[in-house]
């Protein structure tokens, strides 16, 4: 199964505590954060990665405000 096909539950719009239950049993970690240069909106990105025995890649979440605006397998770099 893919990340992707594991994170059905996942849509646009909510908020982190809502992520987590939706990804129940992955562990997130925080990856970055950044103020705006005007003060208005804070971006934070976080990594999930699955529970042990699943085959699935990690995924990353972006929000902004607390709202979840893109997910998918981080890059690698």
Avoid: C
């Avoid at 199964?1 to 049993?25: D, H």
């Amino acid at each position: 199964m893919t990340p992707l096909e594991q994170v059905r539950g996942l849509r646009y719009g909510l908020n982190l505590e809502r992520v987590r239950a939706v990804l129940k049993g992955w562990i997130d970690h925080p990856a970055l954060a950044t103020l705006s240069m005007d003060g208005t909106s804070i971006s934070t990105v976080w990594d999930f990665t699955p529970p042990d025995g699943s085959e699935a890649d990690r995924i990353r979440i972006s929000l902004i405000n607390d709202e979840l605006v893109m997910w998918g397998k981080p890059a690698d770099v």
